[in-house]
């Protein structure tokens, strides 16, 4: 099992602050997601990365944007946050399947 | 519109008796299929995963049973226990998703003493 972790788990923010949500796992996984979920939705994946350098946008559609400078950490990044972004944010890794960190809640005001 | 669909919302099961969760897909491409269970403010925690070339998998008291040709899977789980109460993501990927997982809006399930 990975250990994938996830700062900070809740934020509460005021509209057009800029957020970066931190994602780090420890087990040297390539692949990484960011998946988006609303309450009694499905996850939405909205970012994947392949490895260092690699970054490709998900189903869904996101204002936001990811790096992945280095194999352990995939940070996600909103410029100017709205109460539309209002969300649970999960971040997983893969080896033979996808282990997810705790979330993120974040609530924009 | 939802590859992945998982019609009940919510289920409830006496502690003891079986839990039968069911999940419908319908892209044919899809070749792997997994059930995650998630509790509130926690990430998904993988339970059980199931591919297209078997019909059935077992672990302890979670199994999962595929039918193809219905395209459709449900996961048991026996005997329920209370602490089994949570939400249950039925997930799934194959070619038709590049290899990224596709989930369902998931079955809350409560497990009562």
């Known amino acids: 099992e990975a250990d994938i972790y996830q700062t900070p788990r809740y934020l509460v923010i005021g509209t057009g602050k800029k957020i970066t949500l931190e994602c780090s796992q420890t087990?040297?996984?390539?692949?990484m997601y960011w998946y988006q979920q609303d309450p009694g939705m499905e996850l939405h994946l909205i970012h994947y990365?392949?490895?260092?350098?690699?970054?490709e946008k998900g189903d869904l559609s996101s204002e936001s944007t990811v790096s992945r400078i280095r194999t352990e950490h995939f940070p996600l990044t909103l410029e100017s946050a709205r109460p539309s972004h209002t969300s649970q944010y999960l971040c997983?890794?893969?080896?033979?399947?996808?282990?997810f960190g705790p979330g993120t809640r974040l609530t924009v005001l | 519109d939802q590859q992945v669909k998982q019609n009940s919302p919510s289920l409830s099961v006496q502690e003891g008796r079986i839990s039968i969760l069911n999940c419908d897909y319908t892209?044919?491409?899809?070749?792997?299929f997994l059930w995650y269970k998630k509790y509130p403010a926690e990430g998904p925690t993988f339970l059980i995963s199931?591919?297209?070339?078997?019909d059935k998998n077992e672990d302890g008291r979670f199994t999962v049973f595929l039918n193809k040709s219905a395209k459709h899977l449900s996961l048991h789980i026996v005997p329920s226990q209370p602490g089994d109460s949570a939400v249950y993501f039925c997930?799934?990927?194959?070619?038709?998703?590049?290899?990224?997982?596709?989930f369902g809006k998931g079955t809350k399930l409560s497990v009562k003493p």
């Open positions: 997983a890794s893969e080896s033979d399947t996808q282990y």
């Open positions: 892209n044919s491409m899809f070749d792997y």
């Open positions: 199931i591919s297209s070339i078997k």
């Open positions: 997930a799934a990927s194959g070619v038709g998703s590049q290899g990224n997982l596709i």
């Open positions: 087990m040297g996984h390539d692949k």
């Open positions: 990365s392949y490895g260092v350098n690699s970054t």
